[in-house]
């Protein structure tokens, strides 16, 4: 293994974290430029949004079933070529959707961005734990998390302007594909290969063996159920702000694009600077806060009668989670190091499960009292995951 990232980060530990970064930076992008150009893409192939819409939720069905695939997976291959597997998944999604010539075909090709999903975060993080010390983990997995967020900040823009001058196609081949091939190129050349002492094998054996002994740790599966819990209650919150604001306050459309880059600068910034907070309070005492804290904000961002008041509780609401995020990641590391590719592809899978669960009971509890009740119901379930984590979850690294 490569000696790992210190207190002093040599030229090639810097390389190899930035290649990381990089490559969070390029899971996004052809997601972006999706959602801006849906409309133009459906009447392309002379269908409707809510048709073409649906290839979402064909990704999201292929990041749940691929990650259970990549606990799988990886007790066989180690974590640089699993990573080099989701870029290159995303190398072809570009390229299909591209050139693709009917909604079938588009559907098809977009699909495979849940397999750059599904992999790039948890293999990204393996990496993270096996080339980063440990004093320095926490702010390199901030800088890892914010790579994600950055690319929504800059897509946008960036995709209206290619698809306004040379049509929507050219958004996945002169924006998505270059980022994506150059994510891969430089994985694949600064990364090291592994000499074997990154991967499962000697001690995963079956992956059933795998499975039995991380949900035997009482505190891995809190850490999971953690996860269920607040992926489910971010996603409701985080599908109906929009519309939220909208409705409520009457904002426009582009007042309401302005709320929400501002909510995803707040949350890259708290990424970056996640691992000095971490440093300060430790990891758990953090995480056990930072969703606490963000429960609280969700819960009165829909029930606020000012507007700024609840704009306010709405960013809080992003820092907090984004600091929630990088503790947790850090307290999940270790919780049973030697299956970290597996522990952090549950960890995605059940990632993937609450936001599906999310979006239903959003969308019943809207149904049934409006949205003012989204706010309170899905912060309940963050300040109950918060509790979860107190009273269940194990710190076993030094932080």
Not at 279 to 284: A, L, M, N, V
């Amino acid at each position: 293994m490569a000696e790992k990232l210190g207190t002093q980060p040599t030229t090639v530990n810097m390389l190899i974290v930035s290649s990381l970064i990089f490559s969070s930076i390029a899971t996004y992008p052809i997601y972006f430029a999706t959602a801006l150009l849906l409309k133009d893409i459906s009447e392309s192939f002379a269908t409707t949004v809510g048709v073409l819409g649906l290839i979402q939720s064909a990704s999201s069905m292929v990041t749940l079933v691929f990650a259970l695939i990549l606990s799988a997976l990886s007790l066989k291959l180690n974590a640089r070529t699993l990573l080099l597997l989701g870029l290159g998944s995303l190398v072809a999604s570009s390229l299909g959707c591209g050139f693709a010539q009917s909604a079938t075909m588009m559907s098809v090709f977009y699909a495979l961005t849940g397999v750059g999903a599904a992999v790039i975060m948890p293999m990204g993080l393996t990496l993270v734990s096996q080339h980063v010390a440990e004093g320095s983990r926490s702010k390199v997995i901030g800088w890892f998390t914010a790579g994600f967020t950055f690319s929504g900040l800059i897509g946008p823009p960036i995709v209206g302007f290619i698809a306004e001058h040379y049509g929507w196609r050219m958004a996945y081949l002169g924006y998505a594909l270059p980022l994506t091939l150059l994510g891969l190129v430089l994985s694949f050349t600064v990364i090291p290969v592994s000499s074997g002492g990154d991967s499962q094998t000697e001690v995963g054996g079956k992956l059933w063996d795998s499975y039995l002994t991380i949900l035997k740790s009482r505190s891995a599966c809190a850490c999971l159920v953690t996860t269920i819990l607040v992926m489910i209650a971010w996603q409701a919150a985080d599908l109906y702000t929009a519309a939220f604001y909208r409705d409520r306050f009457l904002l426009t459309l582009t007042a309401t694009s302005l709320l929400l880059t501002a909510t995803s600068l707040f949350f890259t910034v708290s990424s970056t600077f996640s691992g000095r907070v971490i440093e300060r309070f430790g990891r758990k005492l953090l995480a056990v806060g930072a969703i606490f804290t963000a429960g609280l904000m969700v819960a009165s961002f829909t029930a606020a009668p000012i507007l700024y008041a609840s704009m306010a509780a709405r960013v809080l609401a992003s820092v907090f989670v984004s600091l929630f995020y990088n503790a947790k990641v850090n307290v999940m590391l270790d919780q049973v190091p030697h299956m970290r590719g597996t522990m952090m592809s549950l960890d995605q899978a059940a990632g993937g499960l609450g936001g599906a669960v999310g979006a239903a009971l959003g969308g019943a509890v809207f149904t049934l009292y409006g949205y003012l009740a989204i706010g309170p119901v899905h912060g309940l379930l963050m300040v109950l995951a918060a509790l979860i984590f107190k009273v269940f979850v194990v710190d076993k690294g030094k932080m």
